[in-house]
């Protein structure tokens, strides 16, 4: 064991005792998220790969994802990631204004966002996908245009981008409570959205699925696994894995979940997914997809004819012209899109 | 029949009636300590739950004292206003009645109309300062209240408490001395006063009486004097914690008796039991055919459940023979039923029971009264319905009901109180101190203000301390008019409601508004109008959503987004399309909800 960290030892732990969770398949991603893993020094790095290694067989090609704050990456640090074999860079850039960090409460300024993303480039890095964020409050909308410009400008190969929400107990959400912030509208927001898909796509960057968009072949293979009901294990406090037919996630505490390693005791909780559950995740992730649904392996997998169960739903959205079909797939327009959850809850089987 | 003791309890919820019932009935050893769960006599869910006695119940216990065994029958009366017709009848059925005051919160309304039923039934009362143990007990105080209402010493009054137990002993002593010994001729014609029925899956209508005169044996042919319907006695018997099936019982006692009846319809209470080849000359006092105070409109969330609704409603009807129902279509909800409730707790009852016990999932529209339409020929009208209301250039004058409304409040909430009663279109009758803080007030109001929020509203300016009571005066003219809701230009006829004319603009604004939180947006825009007439007096517009995909799948974490659209969809399965829009159930009640 060649560190003292609690939380990396159990790591190694549950890899071992999960190697058999995905039936010996071959891993195609590795990813490096939740929290700032790039604050992790080479040697701890090296051992969670190790740690992989040792326990799966990881494909040579294997797409491996390094979540990063602009603020941690230096060229010292990239060409350690570099040499550790990381692939892929994710860094959180979320706008290039210093105002909207300011407000989300971010550790870096605009100007460290541009620099590491150039830094990377030149550190040999050649996929690299960057977050914004729209609906920002008192961003205006020649202000996310040029923030969309700017993404476009640097030249990375793959954008994501999401809405900021404001949940109850956030200090977002406290603000909104309290009166002192108002949420951008719908109309604005989606109105945001729009313009980032289309200067995206003039630019050669394409939708793939709702929130993700990739020049061609650069589309993330990691959060694809996500959408595509591939099974995946994930390793570390308040991790999420899948099997095919349960869904588990592991305690979200540091010190409980190394605790429950030292202790030998059970460190995740696990669901079960009934038919119905499995159908409706198949729905709601697959309708986030630009790819859309496959109406014959519903037929197939869940025995059931989803367009002649939903007559009035499906025309509905026709009339909205919200969906698109292909032979037996089933995808949402650009505008239907918008509205993915809602129209995926439609479609639900609710058990009783 | 001189060692048997019939009598009731008069309490307001909440003030410890059926633990210390309980605690009777485990002292005379009618139920054994493993039974001993709080509150054997309510044995409905919803009866538990919200702590109120929805039908009678009665128990008989045996008690030994000086030698001599007691029979003691013990008839629970309903706890609410709603069914003060049953408490009448109960407290016919008795020589005496516990008054059970909560030692903390002094005598409320409600038992203060029961307590003057029981008077002038001549009963003996026996008054009871239950919840001693509380620290917040008040004795002095509370007994001063129940020397000055019923005129007794302070030594009649029984300290007690049903938790720990304190002054049982002296109950029952009380019970079997103070409470007279049922008078009445065991040889004459056989008369009973049936005071409450129960629906028994197996057996059917159980109906429980009190026998005047007479006997009544298993296997008698009788008959009911007021339907005038002839039965045999399958079986009869008394009531202990169950059913005790007897061969004969006699004047003075409380029984049960089966006779095969399917329908709650058939057995009235109130109703005098006699025997067919023998009967009795005169019927007992007192019964009523009750009739149904409030109307509402109950739908099925889903049209195709029509049918499964009117066979639930059928079955509840079985048990609940207050309930009536007849087939109504409405443009906005499609076909359903506008039902006549007691008042607005059992209406709620119905519906709870509807969704519970028949897993229905309905919209009840908003509650309204029975108005008199007199059109300009001369003939009267009665409207069970809004939208019934015929065009105004026909009509003459309309009429609403009102009622005596007695509020009993601390002196501090008596201003508030009096607002709320005047803006509810009262008028002060008369105000009485009953201590130096404690202060009735009666009231002549309409009985469609109660209908409306006034419950609540009269909770929040008394912080809970005022208690109501009412019964029905007449019918007065009154210059009311139709306020209708209309969602996209569409008039919502489910929504539509009789209000005051003075009251219309403000309510009809404060409706839209409501509506506009209980309505979630869709995927256009939509108008909310309130109008008189042609005349649109308030305006909301719901602004259309576009966009619904924020949230981020968290490293996985998909379950978490599955269970939240899966929650989303539950909750519109609860919703009614109404044209093109998604209204949810409790859109159809707004008005009642004004001031959540």
Redesign the interface.
């Known amino acids: 064991m060649k560190t003292k960290d609690p939380v990396l030892k159990a790591m190694v732990l549950e890899f071992q005792k999960q190697r058999d969770y995905l039936n010996k398949e071959r891993i195609e991603t590795i990813y490096f998220g939740g929290g700032t893993p790039s604050l992790l020094e080479e040697h701890e790095i090296q051992l969670l790969l190790d740690a992989a290694r040792e326990n799966f067989e990881v494909s040579p090609t294997a797409e491996v994802t390094m979540e990063c704050n602009p603020d941690d990456l230096n060229p010292t640090k990239l060409e350690e990631l570099k040499r550790l074999g990381i692939n892929r860079l994710s860094i959180g850039i979320q706008s290039f204004r210093d105002e909207d960090l300011k407000l989300m409460n971010r550790a870096h300024k605009a100007n460290e966002a541009t620099r590491c993303v150039r830094e990377a480039q030149s550190a040999g890095f050649d996929n690299i996908t960057i977050d914004l964020i729209y609906a920002i409050p008192n961003l205006s909308q020649e202000a996310w245009i040029k923030n969309v410009d700017q993404a476009i400008a640097l030249g990375v190969q793959h954008v994501s981008s999401y809405c900021l929400t404001f949940e109850d107990g956030t200090a977002f959400g406290k603000w909104v409570n309290a009166g002192s912030m108002h949420q951008v509208e719908d109309d604005e927001a989606s109105e945001q959205f729009l313009t980032l898909v289309e200067r995206l796509h003039d630019a050669g960057i394409e939708q793939y699925e709702v929130s993700n968009f990739a020049r061609k072949g650069y589309e993330s293979k990691h959060n694809s696994a996500y959408w595509n009901n591939t099974t995946y294990l994930g390793i570390g406090p308040s991790a999420h894995s899948f099997n095919g037919n349960s869904r588990q996630w592991n305690v979200a505490h540091n010190v409980r979940y190394s605790k429950a390693f030292a202790e030998g005791l059970n460190w995740y909780e696990k669901e079960i997914l009934t038919p119905a559950a499995q159908f409706n995740e198949y729905i709601m992730t697959g309708l986030r997809t630009v790819k859309g649904i496959d109406l014959g392996r519903i037929r197939d997998d869940f025995n059931i004819d989803l367009a002649s169960a939903n007559v009035e739903l499906i025309q509905g959205m026709h009339d909205r012209k919200e969906v698109i079909f292909a032979g037996d797939q089933m995808s949402l327009t650009k505008k239907g899109l918008l509205r993915a959850d809602a129209i995926a809850s439609d479609f639900f089987i609710i058990e009783s | 029949m001189k060692n048997t003791r019939n009598f009731c309890i008069i309490a307001h919820i909440d003030h410890g009636k059926s633990t210390l019932a309980d605690r009777l009935l485990h002292k005379t050893g009618t139920i054994s300590d493993r039974d001993l769960q709080e509150q054997t006599l309510d044995d409905m869910d919803i009866e538990r739950e919200r702590g109120i006695t929805i039908k009678s119940h009665a128990i008989q216990m045996k008690h030994s004292a000086d030698g001599e065994e007691y029979i003691l029958n013990l008839i629970d009366t309903p706890g609410h206003v709603d069914f003060s017709y049953e408490v009448s009848r109960s407290i016919a059925a008795c020589e005496g009645a516990l008054l059970i005051v909560d030692a903390s919160q002094g005598i409320e309304a409600q038992t203060i109309s029961n307590l003057y039923l029981a008077i002038e039934h001549d009963l003996e009362i026996i008054p009871i300062l239950n919840k001693m143990d509380l620290d917040s007990a008040n004795p002095e105080e509370v007994t001063d209240q129940i020397v000055d209402l019923i005129g007794c010493s302070p030594d009649d009054v029984i300290p007690a408490s049903g938790k720990t137990g304190m002054g049982v002993d002296e109950i029952l002593h009380a019970i079997i001395h103070r409470i007279k010994a049922p008078v009445g001729d065991p040889n004459g014609q056989l008369q009973a006063m049936v005071f409450d029925s129960v629906y028994n899956s197996f057996r059917g209508i159980i109906a429980y009486y009190r026998i005047m005169n007479g006997r009544l044996k298993k296997g008698d042919r009788i008959k009911f004097i007021n339907t005038e319907r002839e039965y045999y006695a399958d079986e009869i018997g008394v009531l202990g914690m169950g059913l005790i099936p007897r061969t004969m019982l006699e004047a003075g006692n409380v029984g049960y008796i089966i006779t095969g009846v399917k329908d709650a319809k058939e057995i009235k209470v109130g109703d005098t039991l006699t025997l067919s080849n023998d009967p009795c000359k005169t019927a007992i006092k007192g019964f009523e055919d009750v009739k149904p105070m409030v109307f509402a409109g109950i739908y099925p969330v889903d049209t195709e459940e029509y049918e499964e609704l009117r066979s639930s409603m059928e079955k509840l009807q079985l048990n609940d023979a207050s309930l009536v129902f007849e087939p109504e279509s409405s443009a906005a909800l499609g076909f359903g039923f506008r039902c006549g409730f007691l008042g607005m707790l059992h209406m709620e009852i119905i519906q709870e029971r509807l969704e519970r016990e028949f897993a229905m999932t309905v919209i009840t529209t908003v509650p309204n009264v029975s108005y008199k339409a007199y059109v300009k020929n001369g003939t009267m009208i009665e409207l069970h319905n809004p939208s019934d209301m015929p065009n105004p250039s026909s009509m003459d004058y309309i009429e609403e009901p009102y009622i005596v409304a007695q509020i009993i409040s601390k002196s501090e909430y008596v201003g508030a109180v009096m607002t709320l009663c005047i803006e509810k279109r009262g008028e002060l009758k008369n105000q009485v101190y009953l201590t130096s803080n404690r202060v009735e007030l009666t009231f002549e109001m309409p009985l469609g203000e109660v209908v409306f929020d006034f419950y609540d509203k009269l909770k929040t300016v008394s912080r809970g301390y005022a208690s109501f009571d009412y019964f029905t005066a007449d019918y007065r003219k009154s210059d009311l008019v139709k306020l209708d809701i209309m969602l996209n230009g569409d008039p919502v006829d489910a929504l539509s409601a009789l209000i005051h004319k003075d009251h219309a603009f403000d309510l009809g604004k404060r409706i839209c508004l409501k509506l506009k939180q209980l309505i979630p947006?869709q995927?256009f825009m939509i108008a909310l109008q309130a109008s008189i007439g042609a005349k649109i007096i308030a305006r909301e517009t719901i602004?259309?959503?576009?966009?619904?995909?924020?949230?981020?799948?968290?490293?996985?974490?998909?379950?978490r987004?599955?269970k939240l659209?899966?929650k989303?969809?539950?909750g519109?399965?609860r919703m009614r399309q109404v044209g093109r829009i998604e209204v949810p159930q409790e859109a159809f009640l707004a008005v009642l909800k004004l001031n959540d």
Do not use: F, M, N
């Open positions: 947006r995927q602004t259309a959503v576009r966009k619904d995909v924020t949230a981020k799948c968290y490293g996985g974490d998909i379950s987004k599955r659209l899966e989303q969809k539950k519109k399965k």
